[in-house]
């Protein structure tokens, strides 16, 4: 006999940081962890995607810049002050503990669909909520873009790199213009012989600049456009590769040149709008990642886009249901550590 479902106020799909910030302020409203609320999560493991990240992956800005509400994440005094992804998780891991948050783990959602309550499908049985908060990440869709022909040598996406030493003496094409990709290419530079793409030209951050100055024009960009204000645009103007310790090093070996990007695949390798072709041993795909809202796909509610319409953290179409995290659509800055916060103190405060 199947069990009947559990009933709750509000049901979080997912336990990364998103999810954290918004069991944080679910609890700061009165709300008890287990009971009136519940997070549920697919891992196994604590962290979200930080533990799936490479080891040496430094993060974008220093501590007090990558906390979630109420506790700081412990300052990381090596390497700039810019913290490895195990540092965040350690990070995240107590985080939980000290607010008691009853992460139920290794429950995975399959779907949700609509009832006088939301009915959320789990492999362990169903939830009935009157909201449910989406914070699944992007970190289980890669994405890879489609170019013509095909290549046989090994490619892996930024979502699949652990370390430099895989790719010792190769010839490595890396792909991307952001943060991963400048990280990855700073050290796969010291062992192999890379090339760097990217749509654009890359543009880096000034020195002193990092990870606060996007979140900062993210907050500026959001409020004109609640205000209805022409758009002040996003950080072209700045750049938005952070210069941590690894990729300063690289432009002081001379590495940190891109080239536009190939027009095809070939069996080995690339051939260049020029026509002229090179040859290469692995591919390294660092060009992002998309929203996982698949377990969403019954409600209906994507847009031509692929994403769901919101006002704020809230899907027009179904106002019981927030996304957070995914992406400045769901709160200016809301994929980043402080991000997350403030969209998840939005988020609460409108249920
Ligand atoms: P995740 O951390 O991915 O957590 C989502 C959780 O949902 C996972 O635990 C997953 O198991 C669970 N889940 C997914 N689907 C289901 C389902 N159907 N049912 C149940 N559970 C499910 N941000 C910064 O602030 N600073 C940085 O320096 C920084 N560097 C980054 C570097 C890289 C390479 C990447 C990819 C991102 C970086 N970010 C950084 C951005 C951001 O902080 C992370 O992507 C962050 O992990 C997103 O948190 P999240 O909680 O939204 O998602």
Redesign the pocket.
């Known amino acids: 006999m199947e069990a009947a479902p559990r009933e709750v106020r509000a049901v979080v ?9 918004t069991g944080y302020y679910l609890r700061r409203s009165g709300l008890t962890p287990g009971r009136d609320f519940v997070i ?4 196994t493991t604590v ?8 080891p040496t ?5 220093p501590t007090q810049h ?1 906390s979630l509400p109420g506790w700081m994440m412990p300052p990381w005094t090596g390497d700039g002050g ?1 913290p490895p ?1 195990a540092h ?1 998780v350690d990070y995240l891991t107590r985080y939980e503990e000290r607010y008691d948050l009853d992460v139920r783990r290794s ?4 779907s949700v669909s609509r009832g006088e309550k939301l009915v959320v499908h ?1 492999s362990d049985g169903d939830w009935l909520a009157d909201h449910i908060i989406s ?6 869709r890669p994405f890879v873009p489609t170019y013509p022909g095909s290549f046989v040598g090994r490619q892996l996406h ?2 699949g790199y652990r370390r430099a030493a895989d790719f010792a003496g190769e010839r490595v094409l890396i792909v991307g213009g952001g ?2 990709a400048a ?1 990855i290419l700073a050290e796969v530079s010291q062992v192999a012989d890379t090339t760097w793409v990217t749509l654009r030209p890359p543009r880096f951050l000034p020195d002193d600049v990092d ?1 606060r100055a996007l979140f900062e024009i993210a907050t500026r960009r959001h409020r004109v456009r609640q205000l209805g204000e022409p758009d002040t645009g996003g950080v072209a103007g700045l750049g938005d590769i ?1 210069m941590v310790d690894s990729v300063r090093d690289a432009r002081d070996r001379d590495v940190l040149h891109a080239r536009r990007t190939f027009a095809r695949l070939i069996e080995h390798g690339v051939r260049w709008t020029d026509g002229g072709e090179s040859t290469f041993d692995t591919i390294v795909w660092c060009t ?2 998309r929203p ?1 809202l ?2 969403l796909s019954r409600l209906g509610l994507r847009g031509p886009d692929g994403l769901i319409p919101t006002h704020g953290t809230q899907a027009i179409n179904e106002p019981r249901l927030h996304l ?3 992406g400045d659509w769901t709160g200016p ?8 916060g403030r969209a998840a103190r939005d988020l609460v405060a409108g249920l």
Do not use: C, P
């Open positions: 799909i997912g336990g990364g940081q998103a999810g954290l910030a549920l999560d697919a891992a962290g979200g995607a930080w533990a799936r990240m490479w992956l430094r993060t974008f800005s990558s810019y992804a965040v429950v995975s959602v399959e789990t914070a699944t990440g992007t970190w289980s930024t979502a943060n991963s990280q990870g952070v992002g990642f996982a698949s377990h957070i995290g995914y800055a809301s994929a980043t550590l402080i991000g997350a």
